[in-house]
Structure formats: structure tokens, C-alpha cells
């Protein structure tokens, strides 16, 4: 497969001329397998065979920028004046990040002023009466043992030109934007903003998503907590299936787009059967369909445990009508959770077969929790990414976390597409393997 071209090119507002406080830690750092050196580059690919298809010299492969403190910066610390805001559904870890940053820009850059801006975008726009908060160590004090987001979050489009009015009148100088997709488009045409008006002020996305969809970071933050606790649910169904006769338990677990919800939660306990994902299509009916195999599966052992990512099988609920979405223009889901249910049943029913089903959707369940402490060791060390490149003037961008190390990612290619499971790859694969579920149905 030809290698994909990327711009890996990270906008900046300046050069950095400003001695960085954080100068003296940076006096014996060289790159390390565990650290990158700031004049290094992360490369993009990391197989013998990728590198070879891109048939360039060394210092022309792509590579990334990494993270981390910089020697010199472009902001003076202590001018400067920081907003911070969060958009989009709950993720665990929000206030983490929310916190990390707050203690990162105080007590390691000495800056003064940062505002929280409240409801998401809205947080920017006079007419929604929602003023800024002020934030400082003591009003973030402990707020990472609680979920949710202590800014408030919301969906909905909002006027970027109206943000960027906000922004200057409250010369604010960078903007973190801590949020999905949806979020990192709203902060580039933010960031665009800003361009057109030839302001200083940097826009730096820290991706947040359970669904992990977002592409070219490894993981998104939080994600790591929902499908653990996405796991407690797979563990109920597991046992309430072997409980009785042709038990079957069927869970249905977050994933609009994207199943690694599903896939690691299964991986985690390794008692599913079936996972169905929105990436891989299946056929429902006929003697290669699920339901049958289903039905041969609980013949065979007695129970089985199915998990479906929301996102799944869409196309058996089409009515036909254009689909309904959401304020930010998502498309909203029908629900191959119930159907699934009813359509299990019915299959059993007909074929003569007792059964006892039961059904968990743990829904928000999942997303609203604290993040765990893997997460939240992952959020810390995001936040400090995103304030040290705020701080050397980087924009347009975004913190990630590629091939284990921290990296610059610009916001373009953030969105440039869907991180999804790849049905061909050693994912998906593990997944085959786990459960014992054929390649396909049909
Ligand atoms: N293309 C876009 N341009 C500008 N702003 C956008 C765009 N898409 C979404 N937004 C704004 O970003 C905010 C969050 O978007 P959205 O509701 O899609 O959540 P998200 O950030 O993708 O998070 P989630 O992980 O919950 O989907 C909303 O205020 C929305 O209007
Ligand atoms: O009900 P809400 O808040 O729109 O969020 C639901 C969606 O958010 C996500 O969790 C992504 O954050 C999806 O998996 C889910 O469909
Ligand atoms: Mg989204």
C-alpha cells in the first residue's frame, strides 16, 4: 500500500526569544527511548517496510513534532492571559486535564490570569449569560476526584468571529480547547479566526473521547476508563447468561462510529462471544446470519454473551426518512441494542428454542466516572504537553500521544479523518480470536 502523505506541520505565532522558566530542567535532556529531545522528530512510521515504501532519505521522512518544554517561549508568562473551555459529551479525565494545565501554567510558568469559560462554546457569546470563572490553584483544588467537567460542556455551533470579539476584548492569549471532533473543528476555525486578524493568540486542542476515534494520537484520553468500567457490564451478562438454561446476555456499549469500546472491553474479560462493531457489517438472517450462528452457539454451551457497539448494524434501522441530528449536527443513532433484543428473541421463539435474555446498556454510565489512574497519569502529562507548546507559541494544534511518545499534532489532520478499527488489522483480529465469532456473517 503506498505510504499516506501528511502535513505534519505545526503553526506557530512567532519565534521564541523569551528565556523559558522551565530552562534549567531542560539542562541534560537528549533523546532517550523514553524522552525526545525538542530539536528531534517522532516518526510518523514505525515498521521497516513503511519506512522503505516512502523511498526518501532519513531527514525526510515524516515526523512529528515532539511535546514537552521548550527552551525558549513566545509568551511572557507573566502577561499572559489564558481561557480554557471544554466542549462536547463527558469524558472521564476533563478535570484532570482542567487541573493540569491551571497548576502547570501557574506554578511552572508564573502565569496569573485564567479564565474558565463556561458551557462550551456558548461560555464566549454574552447573549447565553454565562461569564467566565477564575481559575487558580485553589479552585482546581480536588476537582480531578470528581467527574463530568467543573466548566460545563455543551453542543451547538457558535459564531466563531463572536468567540475571537471575546477573546480580544478579554485579551486572552492562548486558548486550550478540550473536547471531541466536533470541538477541534470549532477550534480551527477559531484558530483561522485569530489568522485573519492577524492576532497573537495560540489554540491548543487537547482531544478528549471515549469512542477513541479521534486519528494519529495512540489513544484519547479517557477512553481507557469507559471501557474498563464498560467491562462491569460484560462481567453482569456473562453471569446472568450462565445462570439459566440458553442464557443469553446482550450488551450495548457507546461507539457512534468507532467500536474499541466494545473490542477492549471484551478483550479485558474474555467472555464474549459475539462483538459487533459499526466498521464490520453482518448479516442478521439466513444460515450464515448471526442469529443463526447464535442459536447454534447456545445450543452447543448452554449461554452466550453478545456485545454491540451503538454504532452497529445501522443499516437494519433505516426507515428511510432523512436522519434526525443532534445540535452539533451528529447523526443521531438508532438504538440495534433493543432491536437486537427483540430480533434474538423472535429467532428463538420461532425456532422453538427457551431462552432467557437479558439486556444492559450501561449508557452514561461509562463516561461520566472519574478517570481511572492510568487515565488520569495520561491526562496530567497531556496537559503539561499542551501548556508548554502554548507557551513556545504553537497553534492550530493539538497535544497526542503517537507510537508511546508525547507529540504536536495539527488540528487539521486531527480531523482530517476517523480513527476506527481496521478489520483487517491485528485488532480486530485479537477480537476473532477472543471470541471465536467468524470473520463475517453472511
Ligand atoms: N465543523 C465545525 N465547525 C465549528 N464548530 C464545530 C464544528 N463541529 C462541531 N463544532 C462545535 O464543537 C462543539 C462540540 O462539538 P460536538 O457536539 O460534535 O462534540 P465533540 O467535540 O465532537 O465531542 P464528542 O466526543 O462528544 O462527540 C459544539 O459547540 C459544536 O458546535
Ligand atoms: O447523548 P450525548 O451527550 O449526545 O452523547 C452521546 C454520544 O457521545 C459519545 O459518547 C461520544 O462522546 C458517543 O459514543 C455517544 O453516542
Ligand atoms: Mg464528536
Given at each position: ?84 473551555v471544554t466542549c462536547g459529551g463527558l469524558c472521564p479525565g476533563l478535570n484532570d486535564v482542567i ?19 463556561r458551557n462550551g462554546y456558548q461560555g ?22 470528581y467527574g463530568g467537567t467543573i466548566l460545563g460542556t455543551s453542543r451547538g455551533s ?19 480547547v478540550i473536547g471531541g471532533d466536533g470541538s477541534m473543528r470549532g477550534a ?17 486542542g487537547v482531544p478528549k473521547t471515549i469512542d477513541n476515534d479521534i ?5 484519547s484520553f479517557g477512553f481507557q476508563t469507559a471501557f474498563?468500567k464498560a ?21 450495548q456499549v457507546m461507539g457512534r462510529h468507532s467500536?474499541f469500546i ?47 457497539a451503538e454504532g ?13 441530528v443532534d445540535q452539533s449536527g451528529n447523526r443521531k443513532l ?27 446498556d450501561p449508557s452514561y454510565a461509562i463516561r461520566s466516572v472519574p478517570a481511572?489512574?492510568?487515565d488520569?497519569?495520561?491526562c ?35 480531523i482530517?479523518?476517523r480513527n ?23
Open positions: 500500500m503506498a505510504p499516506e502523505s501528511v502535513d505534519l506541520t505545526v503553526r506557530t505565532l512567532g519565534d521564541c526569544r523569551i528565556e523559558s522558566p522551565l530552562a534549567p530542567l531542560l539542562a541534560e535532556t537528549e533523546s532517550t527511548e523514553h524522552y525526545v529531545d525538542e530539536n528531534d522528530r517522532v516518526l510518523f512510521d514505525d515498521t521497516v517496510n513503511m519506512i522503505a515504501a516512502r523511498k526518501a532519505k532519513l531527514d525526510a521522512l515524516p515526523g512529528f513534532e515532539p511535546g514537552g518544554p521548550r527552551r525558549k517561549i513566545f509568551f511572557q508568562p507573566s502577561k499572559t492571559r489564558v481561557g480554557i487541573r493540569g494545565l491551571v497548576l502547570e501554567l501557574t506554578s511552572h510558568y508564573g502565569v496569573t490570569k485564567i479564565y474558565g469559560f464566549f457569546i454574552a447573549k447565553y449569560g454565562h461569564p467566565p470563572i477564575d481559575l487558580d490553584a485553589e479552585a482546581v483544588s480536588g476537582v480531578n476526584e457558535q459564531d466563531p468571529y463572536e468567540i475571537v470579539d471575546c477573546l480580544e476584548s478579554m485579551s486572552i492569549n492562548v486558548l486550550f480551527l476555525t477559531i484558530a483561522d479566526v485569530v489568522k485573519e486578524r492577524g492576532l497573537k493568540i495560540a489554540v491548543i486519528p494519529y494520537i495512540d489513544q474498563s467491562t462491569e457490564s460484560l462481567r453482569s451478562a456473562h453471569v446472568e447468561a450462565r445462570a439459566v438454561p440458553n442464557g443469553v446476555g446482550l450488551v467500536g466494545a473490542c477492549y472491553a471484551t478483550l479485558a474479560n474474555n467472555d464474549a462471544d459475539y462483538v459487533l462493531i459499526p466498521e464490520v457489517p453482518f448479516q442478521l438472517d439466513g444460515d450464515d446470519g448471526f442469529l443463526a450462528h447464535l442459536r447454534r452457539r447456545v445450543r452447543e454451551r448452554g449461554h452466550a454473551v453478545v456485545v454491540a452497529a448494524g445501522q443499516e437494519y434501522l433505516e426507515s428511510g426518512e432523512p436522519g434526525q438508532k438504538d440495534i441494542g433493543l432491536y437486537l433484543r427483540r430480533r434474538i428473541a423472535d429467532d428463538f421463539a420461532e425456532h422453538g428454542m427457551e431462552t432467557s435474555l437479558k439486556y444492559i481511572n489512574p492510568y488520569s497519569v495520561y496530567i502529562r497531556l496537559a503539561h504537553a499542551a501548556v508548554h507548546a502554548a507557551m513556545a507559541g504553537r497553534t492550530a494544534m493539538v497535544v497526542g500521544r503517537w507510537r508511546g511518545r508525547f507529540v504536536h499534532v495539527p488540528i487539521a489532520l486531527a482530517s479523518k476506527q478499527v481496521d478489520p483487517a488489522g491485528d485488532l480486530w483480529m485479537s477480537v476473532l480470536e477472543t471470541t471465536g465469532q467468524p470473520r463475517t456473517f453472511g
